[in-house]
């Protein structure tokens, strides 16, 4: 059974940090592996998609890593912001499937 | 492109009435959908998949007497909550997949109240 943790389960930290939150998951047989943001009481935002050849995407002040061997993915994000304060869930793509595992999210917070 | 919607995004029913969320693809023909319920500061959990014109696929632990999922056309799923009890109340949210690509599109969320 496929699993995704996702450490820490929160952050705070001052604004203008370069900060990594960590995503991992335990089958490798996946096809790819996304990063969303989630405001509270709201939905979805995707951030990056990376395809399971991939090793990385970028977005902006985004950089998303990708290890399937490994089993991990790593979320950068540069010069923190306090707009940038929410719940960030990575989620995979289980081969021969149509589901998307969620992990179990990171809460960050960035005070000015 | 790839906008979803959901309807209503907040809801508040007595306990024992049943609700009904829809879920549409408004830009794009949605072969399969999913519904994911969301318990305050946790992650999504999948409930369930539905193919067009095919019946639901629930998730282990899922009551489908108690979840009707419905998806009649390319475009539009809907849950309904029957006989709902306050341990209902959650965040649903639906995505939904076309046919050129594994990546899913989230709708916005209903969060349902039952009192």
């Known amino acids: 059974k496929q699993e995704v943790t996702q450490i820490p389960a929160a952050l705070s930290v001052p604004e203008g940090e370069n900060l990594v939150l960590n995503c991992s998951f335990t089958?490798?047989?996946?096809?790819?592996l996304q990063w969303f943001r989630q405001d509270p009481g709201k939905g979805l935002t995707s951030l990056l998609l990376?395809?399971?050849?991939?090793r990385e995407q970028t977005s902006g002040r985004l950089n998303a890593s990708l290890d399937k061997s490994s089993g991990r993915s790593t979320l950068y994000i540069a010069a923190s912001q306090p707009g940038d304060s929410a719940t960030y869930l990575c989620a995979v793509y289980l081969v021969g499937t149509d589901k998307l595992i969620f992990g179990t999210g990171t809460r960050l917070q960035v005070f000015p | 492109g790839a906008v979803v919607s959901q309807h209503p995004s907040r809801v508040i029913c007595k306990s024992g009435t049943s609700v009904k969320i829809e879920c549409r693809s408004l830009d794009f023909q949605a072969t399969t959908m999913f519904w994911y319920r969301q318990f305050p500061k946790k992650s999504l959990m999948l409930m369930a998949t539905s193919n067009e014109g095919s019946k639901a696929t629930y998730e282990q632990g899922v009551e489908k007497d108690k979840f009707l999922i419905n998806h009649a056309s390319l475009t539009l799923s809907t849950l309904t909550v029957t006989s709902a009890h306050p341990e209902d109340s959650s965040f649903y949210i639906c995505s939904a997949r076309g046919t050129a690509t594994y990546e899913q599109y989230f709708g916005p969320g209903t969060r349902l109240t039952v009192t």
């Open positions: 990376i395809q399971s050849s991939q």
């Open positions: 089958d490798s047989a996946i096809y790819n």
